[in-house]
């Protein structure tokens, strides 16, 4: 594995930011909107978040390409629990810890190697070799049902859901605080941090940085300086309910990147050993692609996940 390219170098001449970088290094103007979206590009010392953006000619620009990974990930012989699976499809219900598919620092023990194992190989083609049959993902440290596909159809089928916004999911969470309304909409608009690549952030409606990003939570329980509550997408952008959650004040409890446990919990989350953002893909829903019938799977809340609950029920811990 190669290390961390940088590309260097000043706009050529005035134009679409696209359309310069893409003259200046060579990549495909479709590669550069890529590595805009994902905050890998710099002009003039500023994190660049438009491709349509006007450029002059001699701004000095800086594009970080990630490290190069395996052609192919390898088979491994990595347990799965299995929620469903037939010759199209396979629906998995993924412990927190596990990375979905191979990446710069996580080039092994990810899902696609364990699937590549356990379905001998047969998985989509579309993400190609590195990404055979993701559909769609969960971050690393959230637990939960996520399906992949063994077939291209089956792929094309369950892609087009998701962009229609059809698919069901119900996420469950632990917040700091209790959200307020009880029940509500959170509608904003979830990009790329300018202050942090690897971070995302709410971003205004009528930004033309960034995704739609749609999310609806109900409390079910309130706890001693926390809540749990239910989430239902009607999007699927990047780290969308942690942003969100935090986004109205009240983090994910555990969450590393996006709001600080309060402290009266901290002893909590220490003694349980909880080191991860609170967060449970719960259930998962969607048509069948080949065969047209409507499926549902549901999974129940992890251990960690439960225990931490259960002490925060308790106002003697």
């Known amino acids: 594995m190669s290390e961390t390219e940088i590309i260097t170098g000043t706009i050529p001449s005035p134009a679409r930011l696209d359309k310069a970088l ?17 905050g890998r590009v710099d002009v003039a010392g500023k994190t660049a978040t438009s491709a349509s953006a006007k450029v002059a000619a001699g701004a000095p620009f800086r594009i970080i390409l990630a490290a190069a990974i395996p052609a192919a990930a390898q088979p491994e012989d990595i347990p799965l629990v299995i929620a ?17 598919h191979p990446a710069v ?6 899902l696609v190697n364990a699937l590549l194992h356990h379905c001998r190989g047969q998985l989509s083609g579309i993400n190609g070799v590195a990404r055979p049959g993701i559909v769609h993902r969960i971050d690393k440290d959230t637990s939960g049902l996520l399906v992949v596909a063994k ?9 087009a859901q998701f962009a229609a916004h059809t698919v069901h999911r119900r996420y469950i969470a632990v917040t700091a605080g209790v959200p307020s309304p009880a029940e509500g909409t959170i509608d904003a608009r979830v990009g790329r941090s300018d202050a942090d690549r690897k971070k995302m952030t709410v971003l205004p409606n009528n930004s033309s940085r960034g995704k739609s990003a749609v999310t609806h939570y109900k409390v079910l329980e309130r706890l001693d300086g926390a809540a749990v509550i239910e989430c239902r997408l009607e999007t699927g952008r990047t780290h969308q309910v942690r942003v969100h959650c ?3 004040g ?8 996006y709001g600080r446990t309060p402290r009266p919990l901290r002893p909590v989350l220490d003694r349980l050993g909880f080191a991860r953002q609170a967060l449970h893909a719960a259930e998962l829903g969607f048509q069948h692609p080949l065969t047209g019938e409507i499926v549902q799977f549901r999974s129940n809340l992890p251990q960690d996940m439960a225990e931490l609950i259960d002490q925060l029920r308790r106002s003697d811990r």
């Open 105 to 110: 620092g996580n080039i092994t023990g990810t």
């Open 151 to 159: 077939s291209d159809a089956a792929h094309e089928g369950l892609a």
């Open 22 to 38: 893409a003259e200046a290094t060579g990549l495909s103007r479709a590669r550069v909107q890529g590595l805009i979206e994902e």
């Open 246 to 248: 935090a986004s109205i």
């Open 84 to 100: 469903y699976e037939d010759q199209h499809l396979i629906v998995v219900d993924k412990p927190a810890g596990m990375v979905v």
């Open 250 to 257: 009240h983090p994910l409890l555990g969450d590393p990147a």
